[in-house]
């Protein structure tokens, strides 16, 4: 089902959007672009509702933990993904 509507868009953008879908192609395009922006907008207050829940169980790092570990792997001279360090074998 549809329902016919009327927006105001600036020229410019009307124009921009005429030249990559042609005037017929408008209606599709911008509901594409309406369900897209719907969907980013839904997936950020969902991250912002979920934001911190894992805080204070057990194994959860907090942002400063985790850059002190990257900054630790960063200044140790050896692979921290190979096997056994700098030389490959086991320690």
Known sequence: MT???TITLPD????D???LVGP???????ARA???????ERL???????????AGTAGWRSGDEILQFVDGLRSDDRDPWAEG???GKRA
């Open 3 to 5: 329902m016919r509507t």
């Open 12 to 15: 410019t953008l009307m124009s």
């Open 17 to 19: 959007i005429d030249a």
């Open 24 to 30: 017929r192609g408008r209606s599709a395009f911008i």
């Open 34 to 40: 309406a369900r897209n922006e719907l969907k980013r």
């Open 44 to 54: 950020g207050r969902a991250l912002d509702a979920a934001r911190g829940v894992m």
């Open 85 to 87: 360090g700098r030389n």
